[in-house]
């Protein structure tokens, strides 16, 4: 299995908000997005699209900090009911979105 990393950006801070999570956001919602377009497993499938929905609602919303949390736990959860979506490209895009959803987890207060 090839190795999915991140890059994540340089942490710049703007009216309050604090980029580099928001950029996280986005590329946590992306990777999930791209799960849809590939021949997956359908429960994989079921639980890739709520995962989907919630880290796009986390990216595109201005969520007070409780309720972001609570978000990103929510995707943790959803994610940890994947063991494998039967596609390899797929598998991948999990991967690297279980490593964010942590980092953002890690990054939250």
């Known amino acids: 299995m090839k190795t999915v990393t991140s890059r994540l950006p340089t942490i ?3 009216g309050g908000r604090n980029e580099h999570v928001d950029e996280r956001a986005e590329t946590l919602a992306e990777h999930l997005t791209a799960t849809a ?3 997956v497993e359908r429960t994989a ?3 890739l699209g709520e ?3 919630v880290a796009t609602d986390v990216a595109e919303s ?3 900090p409780e309720t972001r949390r609570e978000r990103l ?3 943790e959860h959803l994610l940890s009911n994947v063991e494998g979506t ?3 490209t797929a598998d991948e895009h999990v991967e690297a979105a279980r490593e964010i959803v ?6 939250e207060p």
């Not at 942590?102 to 990054?107: A, D, F, I, P, V």
């Open 86 to 88: 039967g596609d390899e």
């Open 45 to 47: 499938s079921r639980w």
């Open 73 to 75: 736990e929510k995707i």
């Open 37 to 39: 377009e590939r021949p």
């Open 102 to 107: 942590m980092s953002l987890l890690e990054s």
């Open 12 to 14: 710049l801070v703007v």
């Open 62 to 64: 201005d969520l007070d």
């Open 51 to 53: 995962a989907e929905a």
